[in-house]
Antibody, heavy 120, light 110 residues
Framework: EVQLVESGGGLVQPGGSLRLYCAAS????????MHWVRQVPGKGLVWVSR????????SHADSVKGRLTISRDNAKNTLYLQMDSLKVEDTAVYYC?????????????WGQGTMVTVSS | QSVLTQPPSASGTPGQRVTISCSGS????????VIWYQQLPGAAPKLLIY???QRPSGVPDRFSGSKSGTSASLAISGLQSADEADYYC???????????FGGGTKLTVL
């Protein structure tokens, strides 16, 4: 079964750090572009970042640039989001998602999400 | 304020056809394909349409997408109660160098 499972979310103080994990299974992880998308409960979807299948290309939303960093380990079938200098406005459910084969941005497989709460 | 503009709500009765619009600009919809997602309450988003009008396997042909210039639309025919959900459009934005989403449209089946 094709699956993405996020972990690593939790409560962190403003200015703190957190690392999110996304474990992939059931498909050839190294062949797909991967993304992080976040959503404040009750609000809309917001794109965070993406990374190419071979790790060479990555992009981040302006709102997180320099603070949140996407990476991947194809040998471990794992996607990461390193979150530093966290702000209250980073509070959201974070989803990892796979781009459908042959595309870079059309996300056909999503994880269940992990909640990140930034609060003092 | 989302880069792509969608109506906040839409509604229809069972069996009806409804459309949801998505308006953007030359740097996103005008130069890239449009993606549509469905998000049921409490669930992760689901891909409905990609490359503006392509359906992934498993998505019923009741769902269709189209694009013209800097606007796009999602049409749902034969509306069912199970279609009650939030719908989001998205596209790559060449100026922002990122994916942009619409604010979402809440579809109610009356």
């Amino acid at each position: 079964e094709v699956q993405l499972v996020e972990s690593g979310g939790g409560l962190v103080q403003p200015g703190g750090s957190l690392r999110l994990y996304c474990a992939a299974s059931g498909f050839t992880f190294s062949s797909y572009w991967m993304h992080w998308v976040r959503q404040v409960p009750g609000k809309g979807l917001v794109w965070v970042s993406r990374i190419s299948s071979d790790e060479r290309i990555s992009s981040h939303a302006d709102s997180v640039k320099g603070r949140l960093t996407i990476s991947r380990d194809n040998a471990k079938n794992t996607l990461y989001l390193q979150m530093d200098s966290l702000k209250v406005e980073d509070t959201a459910v974070y989803y990892c998602a796979r781009a459908i084969s042959g595309t870079r941005n059309s996300l056909d497989v999503w994880g269940q999400g992990t909640m990140v709460t930034v609060s003092s | 304020q989302s880069v792509l503009t969608q109506p906040p709500s839409a509604s229809g009765t069972p069996g009806q056809r409804v459309t949801i619009s998505c308006s953007g600009s030359s740097s996103n919809i005008g130069s890239n394909s449009v993606i549509w997602y469905q998000q049921l309450p409490g669930a992760a988003p689901k891909l409905l349409i990609y490359r503006s009008n392509q359906r992934p396997s498993g998505v019923p042909d009741r769902f269709s997408g189209s694009k013209s210039g800097t606007s796009a639309s999602l049409a749902i025919s034969g509306l069912q109660s199970a279609d009650e959900a939030d719908y989001y459009c998205a596209a790559w934005d060449d100026s922002l160098n990122g994916v942009v989403f619409g604010g979402g449209t809440k579809l109610t089946v009356l």
